[in-house]
């Protein structure tokens, strides 16, 4: 019994291998999403105004002649300076005398090239409604106004566009100048061209640094805690690990201690608030907004920044050290300096004890040759100065 032959035909198989050796194509070739790819765009930034002129007495200044103008007063669009100039008799001479009037923009603001779209317009008294001077369609006028002395463009007058003729003839009815006086408008759109700037097509904004806000959290909870400092009989929680980071003076107490809980008690020269100012510096890296450290000069505030001081001395601190030297300076003055140049001598601030003297020249300029002898040492000094720190007496 015969049996249905199952090859295929030539044609099928020639076709079949041809599909086999073309190379498959697609729209979004992979390589596409392999290469990296960035995107720019440019949005025109507009800024628009609208100006009234207010001419009086028409018919007495049309007869000031061909290329005289009056000017509107000058307003203000887009960050640039402008002005109307109408010139009754027009700019220039019309072929055949015919009568006209001329009405332009002029860019006030000097060496400037400035992109604009306008429009000039005259009220028409008996309807309230504008009519544009520029004929057309569109009436806007589209124009580059520059004030550069290198490139300025060739029309008359110069830093200026508009209309140069407009039939004056309508100036004659009423439907415009109405007791010899007229309106003109000019409606201004600046258009500024920001630099485009290359930017990754896909962009995940990454969230901004958290850190102080989370030790800011485990600060205001006591989960977690495993020290407690005694302050005056108040104790304070806080991390092991934030104070040993912190703080080298205690980093290798703590870090050595196989207890689970530290308790550490403060000398009595301590006082609870100082202590808490700087345990919310030592979480939060700035000085709690409630503590007394405001800049005003106040006796109570200075003596809390040295106490302050003394403790992040203590502690090994030496950013908030700085921070105490830096208040302390802002608030000098002729009452604050000498307990100030003796706290800076006594516990060896340089650089607060540098701004002390440069504070008493400024404020004591006869005492300028006994200032710089203080400056360069002991052995140069006045006799009498001593190693209290103090600086000469003003006479």
């Known amino acids: 019994m015969a049996t249905a032959s199952s090859a295929p035909s030539a044609a099928a198989t020639s076709s079949a291998q041809s599909a086999a050796a073309a190379p498959r194509t697609s729209s979004f070739p992979a390589a596409d999403y392999l290469v990296p790819m960035t995107r720019s765009s440019c949005r025109p930034e507009l800024a628009e105004g609208k100006h009234l002129f207010h ?4 018919p007495f ?21 402008w002005a109307v100039l109408f010139y009754p008799a027009g700019s220039e001479a019309a072929p055949g005398g015919q009568h006209h009037v001329s009405v332009y923009l002029q860019l006030m603001t000097p060496n400037v090239e400035v992109w604009a779209s306008f429009d ?4 028409e008294q008996s309807n309230g409604q504008w009519h544009s001077l520029f004929r057309g369609d569109k009436p806007r006028q589209d124009a580059v106004f520059s004030t ?8 008359h007058p110069p830093r200026c566009w508009g209309v140069p003729f407009w039939n004056g003839s309508n100036l004659q009815t009423p439907a415009y100048v109405k007791n010899g006086n007229l309106t003109i408008r000019c409606d201004i759109t600046v258009i500024r061209l920001p630099p485009s700037a290359a930017e990754p097509a896909l962009r995940i904004e990454a969230p901004p640094p958290s850190l102080s806000n989370d030790l800011r959290k485990d600060l205001e909870e006591k989960d977690a805690k495993d020290v407690t400092v005694r302050v005056r009989g108040e104790a304070f929680l806080a991390h092991r690990v934030v104070l040993a980071a912190r703080s080298p003076v205690l980093r290798r107490k703590l870090l050595d201690a196989t207890d689970e809980t530290v308790e550490i008690t403060m000398d009595d020269d301590m006082e609870p608030a100082v202590f808490k100012a700087m345990l919310h510096y030592i979480y939060n890296d700035e000085l709690p907004p409630d503590a007394k450290v405001c800049d005003d000069g106040g006796d109570e505030t200075l003596e809390f920044v040295r106490r302050l001081f003394i403790a992040a001395q203590g502690w090994g601190i030496e950013r ?17 300096l000498k307990a100030t140049v003796v706290f800076a001598s006594r516990h060896r601030c340089d650089k607060l004890k540098a701004a002390c003297v440069e504070f008493h020249a400024g404020a004591y300029p006869q005492l300028g040759p006994v200032v710089r002898n203080f400056k360069r040492g002991p052995e140069a000094r006045e006799e009498g100065a001593g190693d209290s720190g103090d600086l000469p007496e003003r006479p």
Not at 325 to 331: D, G, H, T
């Open 148 to 155: 550069s002395p290198t490139n300025r463009p060739l029309h």
């Open 320 to 336: 908030l050290k700085e921070t105490c030297e830096s208040i302390l300076c802002r608030n000098l003055s002729k009452q604050t």
């Open 120 to 123: 000039l317009r005259l009220l």
């Open 55 to 58: 001419v009086d007495g028409y």
């Open 61 to 81: 200044l049309k007869c000031l002649g061909v290329g005289k103008f009056i000017k509107s007063g000058t307003f203000d669009v887009g960050g640039y300076s």
